[in-house]
């Protein structure tokens, strides 16, 4: 899932191995990266784009001398990516349907 910035990452200097790579799949696959629904505690939402960024740089950075790389890494790989209204997309998706 995340084979791309772990190329970009290594472009950018930062020394990542699979098990780095690895180690960020198997906390995603354990929902570390999900929280409860203020609305609804059933349902998950993803958390926040700080949250991510903080997982991805606990599993991937190993020192932190490369936090600087690690911030430019992850400029470049999230370069255009805006974060999406879900309230206005649950909007839009209801009046579809």
Same mark, same amino acid.
């Given at each position: 899932?995340?084979?791309?910035?772990?190329?970009? &990452? *290594?472009?950018? %200097?930062?020394?990542? #191995?699979? *098990?780095? =790579?690895?180690?960020?799949?198997?906390?995603?696959?354990? %929902? &570390?990266?999900?929280?409860?629904?203020?609305? @609804?505690? $059933?349902?998950?939402?993803?958390? #926040?784009?700080? @949250?991510?960024?903080? &997982?991805?740089? &606990?599993?991937?950075?190993?020192?932190?001398?490369?936090?600087?790389?690690?911030? *430019? $890494?992850?400029?470049?790989?999230?370069? %255009?990516?805006? #974060?999406?209204?879900?309230?206005? =997309?649950?909007?839009?998706?209801? @009046?579809?349907?």
């Amino acid at each position: 899932m995340f084979i791309k910035l772990f190329y970009t &990452l *290594r472009t950018y %200097g930062v020394p990542v #191995s699979t *098990r780095e =790579l690895l180690d960020l799949n198997a906390a995603l696959d354990k %929902g &570390l990266m999900m929280q409860p629904h203020p609305e @609804d505690p $059933a349902l998950a939402t993803f958390a #926040s784009r700080e @949250d991510m960024y903080r &997982l991805i740089r &606990l599993c991937m950075v190993k020192d932190e001398r490369h936090f600087d790389k690690f911030d *430019r $890494a992850m400029a470049d790989y999230f370069e %255009g990516v805006d #974060s999406l209204d879900m309230d206005a =997309l649950l909007a839009k998706l209801t @009046d579809v349907l």
